[in-house]
């Protein structure tokens, strides 16, 4: 893990609207795609930055990843066949801040990353992203019925510290489904 400074309440304001690269190639296992970049993310520059988050450790606690992983090592991802993506580009303090209009135009252009890419599954955090920019307001948790090409779509949960229903060892559990079937 590196030892890196707190973006600065300067920093954090400044991120609003940036964005984060994607960590994505030719040949990935699967595309995670969070929602959006919040903007300690977009401050920091990669991707589920903000300390309490829990991607990273609950990557390493599904068996995707062999040991944890700091934001700051995200392309280590790439030759375990791991990506990471958003619905949409641009980072705001809150997911509430996005318009239905941005789910739709970055359900779109996420598709379109599927298809450039073709990842065997792409894995949407966040039951609501994945029902706003996919119009598939019944979705529930877990492999969809709706594929992208040759690419299946798996939902998780979002991994978000403020995903209350699902904590340590639930959110785990559902990512080592998606992990088991690889």
């Given at each position: 893990?590196?030892?890196?400074?707190?973006?600065?309440?300067?920093?954090?304001?400044?991120?609003?609207?940036?964005?984060?690269?994607?960590?994505?190639?030719?040949?990935?296992?699967?595309?995670?795609?969070?929602?959006?970049?919040?903007?300690?993310?977009?401050?920091?520059?990669?991707?589920?930055?903000?300390?309490?988050?829990?991607?990273?450790?609950?990557?390493?606690?599904?068996?995707?990843?062999?040991?944890?992983?700091?934001?700051?090592?995200?392309?280590?991802?790439?030759?375990?066949?791991?990506?990471?993506?958003?619905?949409?580009?641009?980072?705001?303090?809150?997911?509430?801040?996005?318009?239905?209009?941005?789910?739709?135009?970055?359900?779109?252009?996420?598709?379109?990353?599927?298809?450039?890419?073709?990842?065997?599954?792409?894995?949407?955090?966040?039951?609501?992203?994945?029902?706003?920019?996919?119009?598939?307001?019944?979705?529930?948790?877990?492999?969809?019925?709706?594929?992208?090409g040759e690419t299946r779509v798996w939902v998780l949960p979002n991994p978000s510290g403020l995903n209350a229903p699902y904590q340590g060892d639930a959110l785990a559990r559902v990512f080592r489904a998606l992990r088991?079937?690889?």
């Amino acid at each position: 893990m590196t030892d890196r400074k707190r973006p600065t309440a300067a920093e954090l304001k400044a991120a609003k609207n940036k964005t984060v690269p994607d960590v994505i190639g030719p040949g990935l296992d699967v595309l995670f795609c969070g929602i959006n970049p919040g903007l300690y993310t977009a401050a920091i520059g990669h991707h589920f930055g903000r300390p309490g988050n829990r991607f990273w450790p609950t990557l390493h606690a599904a068996g995707f990843t062999p040991r944890l992983f700091d934001p700051s090592e995200e392309l280590e991802l790439l030759p375990l066949k791991l990506g990471v993506t958003n619905v949409v580009a641009r980072a705001t303090a809150t997911a509430d801040e996005l318009k239905p209009r941005e789910y739709n135009a970055g359900g779109r252009v996420l598709e379109a990353k599927v298809k450039r890419f073709e990842p065997r599954y792409l894995a949407v955090l966040g039951i609501g992203a994945y029902r706003a920019a996919f119009a598939r307001p019944t979705a529930t948790i877990g492999l969809q019925e709706h594929a992208i090409g040759e690419t299946r779509v798996w939902v998780l949960p979002n991994p978000s510290g403020l995903n209350a229903p699902y904590q340590g060892d639930a959110l785990a559990r559902v990512f080592r489904a998606l992990r088991e079937t690889l």
